[in-house]
């Protein structure tokens, strides 16, 4: 078949023809190399659509990666703040038992304090109570001997 008839033969038509065993078939140079460089034509297309695609993917794989690679560096710094919150919430820990351990040792102190005042005002209560049942005996024995001189006088 030549450009000049209505029918244009594809490369379909080709391998029929060829599986047939080219029977009955008008097959001109021209028409091979229209045949053929329409096929290599499509493919070339299909391969720039695919090379498109790629470039496509590859774009959106490194705009994956930049993404992976920002939340690593967020991830990262994520952790670095985490272990600066979990040292200063050790050291804050560090310091508050600290202060509790003074604290309660004060009050310890306090207690001591209190109980040997209780001790020392009891103490003193006892020999303030034996002062005065001698100021008392001392006051009954005054009181006779007024009582005596008023008698005698």
């Given at each position: 078949?030549?450009?000049?008839?209505?029918?244009?033969?594809?490369?379909?038509?080709?391998?029929?023809?060829?599986?047939?065993?080219?029977?009955?078939?008008?097959?001109?140079?021209?028409?091979?190399?229209i045949?053929?460089?329409?096929?290599?034509?499509?493919?070339?297309?299909?391969?720039?659509d695919?090379?498109?695609k790629?470039?496509?993917?590859?774009?959106?794989?490194?705009?994956?990666?930049?993404?992976?690679?920002?939340?690593?560096?967020?991830?990262?710094?994520?952790?670095?703040?985490?272990?600066?919150?979990?040292?200063?919430?050790?050291?804050?820990?560090?310091?508050?038992?600290?202060?509790?351990?003074?604290?309660?040792?004060?009050?310890?102190?306090?207690?001591?304090?209190?109980?040997?005042?209780?001790?020392?005002?009891?103490?003193?209560?006892?020999?303030?109570?034996?002062?005065?049942?001698?100021?008392?005996?001392?006051?009954?024995?005054?009181?006779?001997?007024?009582?005596?001189?008023?008698?005698a006088?």
């Amino acid at each position: 078949m030549k450009k000049s008839d209505k029918q244009e033969m594809t490369i379909n038509d080709l391998a029929k023809q060829m599986a047939e065993g080219f029977a009955g078939a008008k097959l001109y140079t021209d028409d091979l190399a229209i045949m053929v460089a329409d096929g290599f034509a499509h493919t070339q297309g299909q391969i720039n659509d695919l090379s498109n695609k790629v470039s496509s993917l590859d774009g959106k794989v490194s705009s994956l990666d930049n993404r992976t690679s920002s939340l690593e560096s967020k991830m990262d710094g994520l952790a670095t703040d985490l272990q600066d919150f979990r040292r200063e919430f050790n050291d804050f820990r560090s310091e508050v038992r600290s202060e509790f351990r003074t604290l309660w040792r004060e009050v310890e102190q306090i207690n001591n304090r209190l109980d040997r005042i209780e001790k020392n005002k009891a103490e003193e209560i006892v020999l303030i109570s034996s002062d005065l049942l001698v100021l008392k005996a001392k006051v009954a024995s005054l009181e006779q001997k007024v009582n005596k001189f008023k008698l005698a006088s």
